[in-house]
């Protein structure tokens, strides 16, 4: 290479990096689209409405909620994949997208690990399993004996085949004989609506959607897939404590940007969005609604994730769901 192809070489490297700075020293100078992949009243649309206002207030600029249900979760996925990668796009990701699609369907139009990079978890809980009060089970054990007698009768709520309730109830059914029958769903609001109103009998969901119905009375906890009990719930057993162990229903929201976002963006974002998850108001509304809060750094949930892929893919395999 000649002295003045080296020299306009390195001219236009130092022009990329500078644009970079001036880029993340300026950013954000717009509104910040927040894709969740959820309809309203989700786990993941409330969490996701809850960071927002509070990273408006951190960021000095608009982040507005732009809710893509749909498709076990692909729809919202793909068009995060697909957005331009300058930090102006956001995703709710979560062991969905990026642990079970993989695992449930041969083809994607997005790729978990390649198109969507990792900022930080939002939030991590377990599935609660509830029923409407006119189900005559006040234990787990009773509900699963009761719908051995009445085949067909007790269909659960999920959204989309492959969802942390799908497998977990697939495993529940595996190891204890219980009939129960998947109602897919668009959204979890919808599903949560239609057990309150008794056209739905049992679900599984976390305590942030059911914990208000539990409350009221419009719903009834039977036990928590967890190793111990919630610290919002400390009345409901866990599984192993109801007489099924071995139940692991801990799932995971986080937040992700599509692959190729300026380092100095993500190192931006990740400085908010954890301060935003660790603000008093949001970690302790968190932590009321049965679940972890997050904050760690886009390493340490690339890791998580990656442990979290070979969990499901072995529970997977254990309940023999086929591919789609």
């Known amino acids: 290479m000649g002295h003045g192809r080296r020299v306009a070489l390195a001219a236009l490297c130092l022009a990329a990096v500078a644009q970079t700075a001036t ?35 951190n960021l000095g600029q608009p982040v507005v909620v732009d809710n893509r249900p749909g498709a076990s979760f692909i729809v919202g996925a793909e068009a995060a994949a697909k957005a331009p990668p300058d930090g102006y796009t956001i995703f709710l990701g979560s062991t969905v997208t990026h642990s079970l699609n993989p695992l449930l369907f041969k083809s994607l139009p997005y790729r978990p690990s390649e198109d969507l990079t990792p900022v930080t978890m939002l939030s991590a809980g377990s599935l609660i399993m509830v029923v409407h009060p006119s189900v005559p089970a ?8 009761l719908s051995k007698s009445r085949p067909r009768e007790f269909g659960y709520g999920v959204v989309g085949l492959g969802s942390p309730q799908h497998l977990v109830m697939e495993q529940i059914k595996r190891e204890t004989g219980a009939q129960f029958t998947m109602v897919p769903y668009k959204s979890s609001g919808t599903f949560i609506q239609d057990l309150v109103g008794g056209h739905l009998p049992l679900t599984m969901s976390f305590w942030s959607l059911v914990g208000p119905h539990v409350k009221s009375g419009k719903m009834r906890a039977l036990a928590v897939a967890a190793t111990r009990r919630l610290e919002a719930a400390p009345d409901i057993p866990t599984f192993a404590e109801a007489g099924v162990p071995g139940i692991d229903g801990y799932a995971w929201q986080g937040i992700f940007v599509p692959a190729g976002t300026p380092r100095a963006v993500i190192s931006r974002l990740h400085a908010e969005i954890s301060r935003a998850i660790n603000s008093p108001e949001i970690r302790a509304n968190i932590i009321e609604t049965g679940a972890e809060p997050g904050g760690n750094s886009p390493e340490q949930f690339a890791g998580m994730i990656r442990a979290d892929q070979e969990k499901w893919r072995r529970l997977a395999g ?7």
């Not at 950013?27 to 996701?48: E, M």
């Not at 006040?138 to 004996?145: A, D, F, N, V, Y």
């Open 23 to 57: 880029h993340a020293q300026s950013y954000p100078a717009k509104l910040i689209r927040f894709i969740v992949p959820d309809g309203p009243g989700s786990v993941g649309d409330l969490r996701a409405r809850q960071l927002a206002t509070k990273l408006t207030e």
């Open 138 to 145: 006040t234990s787990l054990r009773q509900l699963i004996e």
């Open 318 to 324: 254990a309940v023999e769901l086929a591919q789609q």
